[in-house]
Antibody, heavy 125, light 107 residues
């Protein structure tokens, strides 16, 4: 069974840092592109960023609101993906989801096909 | 950035009804669109990708159509478990924006 389990959420002050972790199982992790998405309380979904496989360069892309502050990385030896969040702002308060990235046969993004249960991040003084 | 606009924002319907939700892209995205279902307190679930392809395990009462800028998600005969919030997402270019969501409620 494909499973993603996030951890590392909590309460942090504005300007602080948090690192979220996502443990993956049930699929060949080193072949998977991975992504993070978030959802502020009572709001809609927002894509945060994605990371390609190591063999494809491990390239990352980010949404504008987090670019330069957030960083996605992966450790294929541990089947883990991480979201390092620096310079946190109150508007970063959200549930953060780790997801797999469904690709077409031509390696185009088709959708976020497996989601973790999410981890809550609250940024407040 | 491509903006995604869903309509309606909310809809009330009864079990057995046919419901259609619309998603409009601010510029053409060919068929690069996904639909998700989210129930309260749960993670979203991918229903449809590439505008009309059903994800594995999704009931056939769900269908998607459209291309360019106009897309629809149709539920042919509503079941009790279908009452949820639905989101579209353009999968064409970064940033991969979602629509604002459509809440489907029981009448």
């Amino acid at each position: 069974e494909v499973q993603l389990v996030e951890s590392g959420g909590g309460l942090e002050n504005p300007g602080g840092s948090l690192r979220l972790s996502c443990a993956a199982s049930g699929f060949t992790f080193n072949n998977a592109w991975m992504s993070w998405a978030r959802q502020a309380p009572g709001k809609g979904l927002e894509w945060v960023g994605r990371i390609k496989t190591k063999t494809e360069g491990g390239t990352v892309e980010y949404a504008a609101p987090v670019k330069g502050r957030f960083s996605i990385s992966r450790d294929d030896s541990k089947n883990m993906v991480y979201l390092q969040m620096n310079s946190l702002k109150t508007e970063d308060t959200a549930v953060y989801y780790c997801t797999t990235y469904r690709l077409s046969v031509t390696k185009h993004f088709d959708g976020l096909d497996t989601w973790g249960q999410g981890t809550m991040v609250t940024v407040s003084s | 950035d491509i903006q995604m606009t869903q309509s309606p924002s909310s809809v009330s319907a009864s079990v057995g009804d046919r419901v259609t939700i619309t998603c409009q892209a601010s510029q053409g995205i060919i068929t690069r669109l996904a639909w998700y279902q989210q129930k309260p307190g749960k993670a979203p679930k991918l229903l449809i990708y590439a505008a009309s392809s059903l994800q594995n395990g999704v009931p056939s009462r769900f269908s998607g159509s459209g291309s360019g800028t106009h897309f629809t998600l149709t539920i042919s005969s509503l079941q009790p478990e279908d009452f949820a919030t639905y989101y579209c997402q353009q999968t064409n270019i970064f940033p991969l924006n979602f629509g604002q969501g459509t809440r489907l409620e029981i009448k």
